[in-house]
C-alpha cells in the first residue's frame, strides 16, 4: 500500500522496498532510504512531540541533523532504548519502534499542556526568581518536582549491550562536509595526491543537492554529480569517504573528533558490527565545508505541526518523494522559498499562497511562481495561524498593519534566510566577522591550518563555490606536502544561490504578552523572552543566553542564535556585532556516552595486573584487594573463617613456623654502570659505597624538599649492578624521579636503570622454618648464617630456574625473597607450597603482612607516610648518611620547619583496654575535656589487632611524641574517647632476635 | 639444562587467541630479550658483540638471524632473540661502558596480523602508522588504549607488539576486541 | 591533543605520549648542602608561571623516555619549540626572562 502523501514519480526512493516500522505503538509503513521523519510524514503524521517547557505540539521543522523538535525514542529492544533522537536523521530500517517523549498520557491529549496556558509565569528567568528561596527548599522540593516535569525522553535503564569502536586516524587533508563544496575540495585533494577523509553526516553525501532540483555540474543533474563524485572518490587508494559521520568537534593541532553511525540503520546488525566508532583524526589541513542552515519565520504559534522549513519541504519532496501537505502556505522574506513552492506546484501539490514580507520581490524565481499560477502576496506577513495538533490556516496582514485574512492551509513553509554553520570554524578557536551587506557572521581569522569554503564561508554561487573549494582542496593538499601538479579544470555550473532574509522577529511577534513566537523550539524560548531579558538588565548576549536558555539545548540553537541574537540587538539598540555572538561548543550534534568511552568498558576500563601466582592463589581461596591497578591476595580464608580469623591464623603461622606470600608487586630497577654507586648516593639518604657486592641496605628516597618519597631494600649484586626495589604504588614515579635526576641534574654519570619489576616473580618465604623450606630447591647458594646473614643476596638457582635470593625480613623472622623470572613464578611457588606443607606453613596475604610490620613498627610509605613526613619524624635518621656532602632532598630537610620542634614523629600507641581496635585516621588529643573544637595533637596511622601480641597495636604521628613515652593520651570517637599509652614503635621482639632465630 | 624437577614455564598468554576475518591476534613464542643501553661511544663495540649494528635512527630497526635490536631511544634498544640463543654472554665481555638486563619474562609479545592489522592497532594507538610513515621494520615505544607498549611492524600487514607482562591480558584483551572491528 | 615534536625523536607525537615536568633551566646547585633558605626558597618554591610563552620541560615517557625542554604559549597552547635536554636556553621575542 502506498503511503498517502508519497508522491508518485517523485524522489529517490524505490518504491517496491517496503519497510514497517511503528510509532507510538501504531503500524506504518516506509521505504527503504526513508528517515522516520520522511516515513511519518509519507502517511501524514505530522504530530510527533511535545515542547520541553510548555508541552505544545510539536512537528518536524526541519529534515537534517538541525531538528529541534521532532525527537523521539527509539526502542530497539528492552535494554536499546535511545532518548532524544532527531527523527529527521534516523534512517528507517524494518522493525523499528519509535515512541514520542515529554507526554502523558498520550501525544494527543497531553495533561503537561496546562504550563503553556500557565505560561505567564514560566517566562524568561522564572526558574531563577521564582525558586530562590527558601535554600533549602531547591534541593528537596523544586528541584525534584521540575525535573520529574521537565526533561524529555527517558533514559535506558539497562547497561548498553552495544559495543563501540574506536580509530585513531591521520591524513593530508580532512574534508568535513559532503556537499557540492565537500566534494570538490575532497576531489581536488585527492587528485593532488594527498590522503584524504571526507567525513558526512548523511547516509549519502549530497549536501543541499539533495533537495535543490535545479543544481546543474558539468552538465548534469547536481545530485547525480554528487553520486558520481562519491563513487570516484570511493575508488580512489589515498581517499577514505566516512559516511554517517558527524565531525561534532575541532580541537587543538587539526585534531577534530567525528562519530560514524555504523549500525542504528540496520534491522539486524551483525554482532561484530560496533553501534558507533569514534574516530579521531589528525589532519594536516581541514577543509570546512559544513554548509549553512535555514532560519525560520519568527511569528505567533509558528512551532504548530505542519509550519517548517521550506528547505524541509524540498528535502522531502525531491528526495524522499513526499508532500508534506496538500494544501500549502510559504512565509518567506528571500527567495529560496520559492523554489520550494515551484516544486511542490510541479509536483501537483496546491501551494495556495506566498506570503512575502518583501516589498517587491523580483527575479526570476519570483517569475516562475508566478507563472505556475501561484499567488503572491509581497509586503504581508502571517500574523498567526489556525489549528493546535496540525495548521490548519494562516492569518496574513500587510506588515504594517490592515486587514487581515485568513487562508487555510495543512502546511506552511518558511524561510528567513540562511545561516552559515560555522560551528567547527568557530570550535577551532576562529574567529567570525559580522558581514554588513548580508547580515551573517562568516569566518574571519583563522587560528589552525583550516579553510573554510562553500555556503559556510558565505559562497552562495554554486559554480563560484565549486571552485573555491577545488582551489581549497588543491591547495591543502599542496601545503600538506603531496605533490600536486596543476589543479583540475574548472567545473561549470549552475544552481541556485541565496543570501538575504532577515533576522529577528517579524511583524505580528510584536508586543503581545500572549502571542508565542519562538525563535529556540526544544527550549520553548520566545521573542518575548528575549526582550523581557534584556529589559530586566542583561546586555551581553551571553546573559541573554543563560537567562532565556536560548540556543542551551541540544541543537545548540542552530536555528535560533541568530534570530536571538537580532532581537537582543534590536531591543538593546545596537549593531549585532556589538552584542556579540554566544561561543560554538563541541559537541555538534549529541555525541553517545557509548561513543565517547569506546573500548574502555567492563575490563577494559582500566587495566587489572595479575602477579605470576594469581591464579595459584584463586584455587586457593585467596580474596583479593586492589592496591593500584594490582589485583593482590589479602588473605586466603580456609572454610568457617572470616577475615579476621584468617589474618589472626595466618599472623601466628608465619611467626611459628613460616609463611610464603607473593610479594611480585614490588617495584624493581636495575641500576648499572661504573657509576651506580655514585647515583644512588645522590638518589637516596644512604651510603651505599661501602655495601659489599652481595649485601643489601634499607634505603630512603626523598623528594628534594625533604620529605621522605619512597622505601625499599637494595641489593648490591656487583659494584657497578644494584638491584633496587620500591613500594608497589611507588615504582612508576620512583623510575620517573630517578631518571629526572639521571638526564637532567646528573647526565655526568655513567649510569643506566631498566625497570626490571615484571622480569621477577618474588615469593616471600618468612618465619623460623623459612630456611628449611627453601633449602631442597636451592641450588649453587650456601645458606647458612655465616654465609647468608640477614640483609644479603645472591644469585643461584632454584627448582633450576635462575634467582636473585634475597635473605630480608618485612615481619621480623628470618625471612627470604625468592625472585625468579616471572613465567617461573608460580611454578616455583607451587615447589614452595609443597615443602612449605612440609613444616605447616600458610600462605598470607596483604592484611597479615601489614600486621606482621606493624607489630615490628616498619613504615609503609603511604601510610605512616603522607608527604610530610621526614625521616626524622619517622625515627629513620640512622638511615640518612651523615657524612654525605649531597642527595636529595639534604637541603630540603634543613629547612627550618623541617627541624623545628614539636613537628608529629612516629610512635606506638596501646589502648588502655587490650581489645580495643583504634580506627585509622583517628585524632589524637591530649585533653579529652576541653572545649571543642578541641587541639589535635596527632592521628593514628596503622591500626590492627595482634594476635601474636594479644592485644591492639596502633602507630601514629603525634607533636613530639618521643617525649611522650609513657603518657596517656585520648582518641576522641563518636561513641566515647579512647585512652591509649604512647609506646615505642616495636610490638613484638623488641630486640630483633628472630631475625637469626 | 632442563631437569626433571625444573620448574614449568608459564607464558601469560598461555593457550589465548583471537581469529577474525581480517586479522589474527596470537602471542609471540617466548624469546630472549635485554633492555639494552649504551651511549654513542660504545656502540660500536656492542654492535659487534651483537653480530650487527645497533640501528641509530629513531623508529628504525635491525635484525640478523633471528635476533632484532628495536631503536627505542637515543641510548637505548630493546633486543629480541627468537632464536634461542643466549644474548648476555657475548655482551658480557664487551669493555665499552653499556647495560644490558634481562627483560625476558618482563615483556610479551603479541603479533597481530592480516589485512586488518593497522585498523586494529589504530583503535588504540594514537600515532599514524599507516605504512607510509610507520614502514615495515619501524619500531617505536607507545601507547595503546590505557597501556604502554613497544609497536613494531614486521610486516606490511603485521605488527608485534610488545607491552608488560602484567599489561598483557589487557592488551591481548583490547586486541581481541579492537580486532572484531578491523574492517575498518 | 596537543603534537608535540621530540627532538629525540625527530618528528611529532602525540601529547598522551608525553608528559609535563614543570618549569625548565631551573639548574641544580652542585653546593645545594649549603644554600641559605632564600636562595633555597627560590630555587624550589618560586616559580615564574607567565602568561604568554613559558620554557617548560617534557617528558617523552611513552616514547624515547627521554626529558626535554619546550617553549609554549599558554594563550594560544601552541609549541614554539623543543629542544634537547641541556641545550641552551633558546632566545625568544616576547618571553619573559
Known amino acids: 500500500m502506498t503511503a498517502p502523501f508519497r508522491v508518485a514519480g517523485k524522489g529517490r526512493l524505490t518504491p517496491a522496498k517496503v519497510v514497517r516500522f511503528t510509532f507510538d505503538g501504531e503500524h506504518y509503513s516506509g521505504l527503504e532510504g526513508d528517515t522516520l521523519a520522511s516515513a511519518l510524514l509519507a502517511n501524514g503524521v505530522h504530530l510527533v512531540g511535545r515542547s520541553f517547557k510548555y508541552h505544545r505540539p510539536r512537528g518536524f521543522l526541519s529534515a537534517g541533523a538541525e531538528e529541534p523538535n521532532a525527537l523521539v525514542g527509539i526502542h530497539r529492544d528492552a535494554a536499546r532504548k535511545t ?372 555556503a559556510c564561508n558565505g559562497t552562495d554561487d554554486l559554480e563560484a563555490a565549486l571552485a573555491e573549494a577545488a582551489g581549497a582542496g588543491h591547495a591543502a593538499a599542496k601545503a600538506a606536502g603531496a605533490k600536486a601538479g596543476r589543479a583540475g579544470a574548472k567545473l561549470k555550473a549552475s544552481g541556485e544561490g541565496w543570501s538575504g532574509g532577515m533576522l529577528g522577529a517579524a511583524p505580528g511577534a510584536g508586543a503581545d504578552s500572549k502571542a508565542k513566537a519562538f525563535i529556540d523550539f526544544q527550549n520553548d524560548v520566545t521573542a518575548k523572552d528575549i526582550r523581557q531579558a534584556v ?187 644494584f638491584h633496587v626495589t620500591t613500594t608497589t604504588g611507588g615504582a612508576a614515579r620512583v623510575m620517573n624521579h630517578m631518571e629526572d635526576y639521571l638526564q637532567t641534574e646528573f647526565p655526568h654519570l655513567k649510569v643506566y636503570l631498566t625497570s626490571i619489576s615484571e622480569q621477577w616473580a618474588v615469593i616471600a618465604v618468612q618465619g623460623p622454618k623459612s630456611r628449611e623450606i627453601i633449602a631442597p630447591l636451592v641450588e649453587g647458594i650456601d645458606l647458612s648464617d655465616a654465609a647468608m646473614p640477614h640483609m644479603s643476596v645472591r644469585e643461584g638457582t632454584i627448582c633450576g630456574v635462575p634467582t636473585r635470593l634475597f635473605r630480608m625480613s618485612f615481619t621480623g623472622e628470618r625471612g627470604f625473597e625468592i625472585n625468579v623470572p616471572a613465567d617461573y613464578g608460580q611454578a616455583v611457588w607451587e615447589a614452595v607450597w609443597a615443602e612449605g606443607q612440609k613444616h605447616g606453613a600458610c600462605a598470607y596475604g596483604t592484611e597479615a603482612m601489614h600486621v606482621l610490620r606493624a607489630e615490628k613498627g616498619y613504615i609503609i610509605v603511604g601510610q605512616e607516610t603522607d608527604g610530610t613526613v621526614t625521616t626524622n619524624d619517622a625515627g629513620l635518621d640512622w638511615a640518612v648518611g651523615k657524612k ?114 | 639444562m632442563a631437569r626433571s624437577n625444573e620448574a614449568l614455564r608459564r607464558p601469560a598468554l598461555e593457550g589465548r587467541a583471537a581469529s577474525h576475518a581480517w586479522v589474527s591476534v596470537t602471542p609471540a613464542a617466548p624469546a630472549s630479550r635485554l633492555s639494552l643501553r649504551t651511549p654513542a661511544d660504545s656502540v660500536g663495540a656492542v654492535s659487534k658483540a651483537l653480530g650487527f649494528a645497533l640501528p641509530q635512527k629513531p623508529k628504525t630497526s635491525a635484525q640478523k638471524n633471528g635476533r632484532a635490536a628495536l631503536w627505542l631511544g637515543p641510548d637505548e634498544w630493546l633486543v629480541i632473540d627468537e632464536s634461542g640463543s643466549e644474548i648476555s654472554p657475548a655482551l658480557g665481555k664487551v669493555k665499552a661502558f653499556h647495560s644490558a638486563v634481562d627483560v625476558s619474562h618482563r615483556n610479551v609479545g603479541i603479533v597481530v596480523s592480516g589485512p586488518g592489522a593497522e585498523a586494529t592497532i589504530a583503535a588504540g594507538c594514537p600515532q599514524d602508522i599507516l605504512l607510509a610513515t610507520f614502514p615495515v621494520g619501524a619500531c617505536s615505544r607507545t601507547v595503546l588504549g590505557k597501556i604502554e607498549i613497544v609497536l613494531w611492524r614486521t610486516g606490511d600487514t603485521t605488527f608485534r607488539v610488545e607491552c608488560w607482562r602484567s599489561f598483557s591480558d589487557y592488551a591481548f584483551t583490547f586486541l581481541s576486541e579492537a580486532a572484531r572491528d578491523a574492517a575498518v | 591533543m596537543l603534537l608535540i615534536r621530540c627532538p629525540y625523536c625527530e618528528e611529532e607525537r602525540p601529547e598522551l605520549e608525553f608528559r609535563h615536568a614543570g618549569e625548565a633551566h631551573l639548574v641544580r646547585p652542585g653546593n645545594i648542602a649549603e644554600m641559605s633558605d632564600e636562595d633555597f626558597e627560590g630555587f624550589f618554591f618560586i616559580r615564574q608561571n607567565p602568561k604568554g610563552l613559558v620554557y617548560e620541560r617534557w617528558r617523552h615517557v611513552h616514547g624515547c623516555a627521554r626529558f626535554f625542554n619546550a617553549v609554549r604559549d599558554t594563550v594560544s597552547d601552541k609549541f614554539v619549540t623543543t629542544y634537547k635536554a641541556g641545550e641552551k636556553k633558546p632566545v625568544i621575542k616576547g618571553a619573559a626572562e
Open chain 1, 83 to 454: 532518548p532524544n533522537v532527531r527523527a529527521t536523521v534516523q534512517e528507517l530500517h524494518d522493525g523499528l519502534a519509535a515512541v514520542s517523549q515529554n507526554r502523558w498520557p498520550s501525544l494527543k491529549h497531553d495533561v503537561g499542556a496546562v504550563n503553556d496556558l500557565a505560561s505567564p509565569f514560566f517566562s524568561a528567568g522564572f526558574y531563577y526568581k521564582t525558586f530562590m528561596w527558601p535554600k533549602a527548599a531547591w534541593k528537596h522540593l523544586y528541584e525534584p518536582r521540575i525535573r520529574e516535569a521537565a526533561g524529555l525522553g527517558v533514559a535506558p535503564d539497562q547497561p548498553d549491550p552495544d559495543h563501540y569502536a574506536a580509530h585513531y586516524g591521520h591524513c593530508d587533508v580532512l574534508v568535513l562536509g559532503g556537499g557540492a563544496a565537500g566534494l570538490a575540495a575532497a576531489l581536488a585533494a585527492a587528485e593532488a595526491g594527498a590522503r584524504v577523509i571526507l567525513a558526512d553526516e548523511q547516509a549519502e553525501p549530497g549536501g543541499a543537492l539533495r533537495f535543490e532540483s535545479g543544481a546543474v555540474i558539468d552538465g548534469r543533474n547536481g545530485w547525480d554529480w554528487a553520486t558520481a563524485t562519491v563513487a570516484r572518490l570511493r575508488a580512489m587508494e589515498n581517499v577514505r569517504v566516512l559516511t554517517r559521520t558527524t565531525a561534532f568537534g575541532y580541537y587543538a593541532q587539526n585534531f577534530v573528533g567525528l562519530t560514524e553511525r555504523v549500525s542504528d540503520h540496520l534491522a539486524a546488525p551483525l554482532p561484530d558490527l560496533p553501534r558507533e566508532r569514534l574516530w579521531q583524526v589528525r589532519a594536516k589541513r581541514v577543509v570546512i565545508a559544513s554548509g549553512a542552515i535555514e532560519r525560520h519565520m519568527v511569528f505567533p504559534d509558528n512551532d504548530r505541526p505542519g509550519v517548517m522549513l521550506a528547505s524541509a519541504a524540498r528535502t522531502y519532496l525531491n528526495h524522499y518523494g513526499v508532500a508534506v501537505g496538500r494544501q500549502v502556505g510559504v512565509y518567506t522574506a528571500n527567495d529560496s522559498a520559492y523554489h520550494a513552492a515551484i516544486d511542490l506546484k510541479k509536483a501537483g501539490v496546491d501551494v495556495v499562497a506566498i506570503v512575502d514580507l518583501r516589498d517587491n520581490p523580483q527575479g526570476p524565481v519570483v517569475d516562475e511562481a508566478r507563472a505556475l499560477g501561484i499567488e503572491i502576496n509581497a509586503g504581508r506577513a502571517v500574523v498567526g495561524v489556525a489549528g493546535k495538533l496540525r495548521v490548519s490556516a494562516m492569518t496574513v496582514q500587510p506588515k504594517n498593519g490592515g486587514a487581515s485574512r485568513s487562508i487555510a492551509i495543512d502546511a506552511l513553509l518558511t524561510s528567513a534566510g540562511w545561516t552559515p554553520s560555522v560551528h567547527l570554524f568557530s570550535q577551532s578557536r576562529g574567529k567570525v566577522a559580522f558581514d554588513d551587506e548580508t547580515r551573517r557572521f562568516l569566518p574571519g581569522a583563522y587560528a589552525q591550518d583550516c579553510v573554510s569554503v562553500g
Open chain 1, 535 to 721: 529589559r530586566e538588565g542583561m546586555r551581553s548576549i551571553e546573559h541573554v543566553k543563560r537567562f532565556t536558555t536560548n540556543g542551551m539545548a541540544t541543537d545548540q540553537g542552530k536555528t535560533s542564535n541568530m534570530h536571538g541574537l537580532a532581537i537582543a540587538a534590536e531591543t538593546l539598540g545596537k549593531p549585532i556585532p556589538e552584542v556579540g555572538l554566544t561561543t560554538f561548543r563541541a559537541p555538534y550534534t549529541p555525541v553517545t556516552f557509548g561513543a565517547i568511552v569506546n573500548h574502555a568498558r567492563g575490563s577494559l576500563f582500566d587495566p587489572t595486573r595479575r602477579t605470576p601466582m594469581h591464579g595459584w592463589a584463586e584455587r586457593h581461596g585467596a580474596v583479593f584487594e586492589d592496591v593500584g591497578q594490582w589485583k593482590r591476595a589479602w588473605y586466603f580464608p580456609k572454610a568457617g573463617e572470616d577475615m579476621h580469623a584468617a589474618v589472626d591464623r595466618e599472623c601466628v603461622t608465619v611467626r611459628q613456623s613460616a609463611g610464603i606470600f607473593d610479594a611480585s608487586t614490588l617495584g624493581k630497577i636495575e641500576v648499572v654502570g661504573p657509576d651506580a654507586a655514585a647515583f644512588m648516593e645522590l638518589l637516596y639518604t644512604n651510603p651505599w659505597q661501602k655495601l659489599e657486592p652481595g649485601r643489601c641496605r634499607y634505603g630512603i628516597m626523598l623528594r628534594e624538599d625533604g620529605f621522605i618519597y619512597d622505601d625499599g631494600v637494595v641489593g648490591r649484586l656487583a659494584d657497578d649492578r
Open chain 1, 884 to 997: 654525605k656532602a649531597d642527595f636529595v632532598g639534604i637541603r630540603g630537610m634543613m629547612r627550618p620547619d623541617l627541624v623545628a620542634p614539636g613537628r608529629k614523629q612516629l610512635v606506638g600507641l596501646r589502648t588502655k583496654n587490650p581489645k580495643v581496635v583504634l580506627e585509622e585516621g583517628a585524632q589524637i588529643v591530649a585533653d579529652p575535656k576541653q572545649a571543642v573544637p578541641m587541639t589535635m595533637i596527632g592521628h593514628v596511622t596503622s591500626s590492627y589487632w595482634s594476635e601474636n601480641c594479644g592485644h591492639s597495636i596502633a602507630l601514629a604521628l603525634v607533636e613530639g611524641g618521643r617525649d611522650r613515652m609513657g603518657d596517656t593520651l585520648y582518641v576522641p570517637m563518636p561513641d566515647g574517647t579512647i585512652e591509649v599509652e604512647v609506646s615505642g614503635t616495636v610490638f613484638f621482639d623488641e630486640k630483633g632476635e628472630r631475625l637469626n632465630g
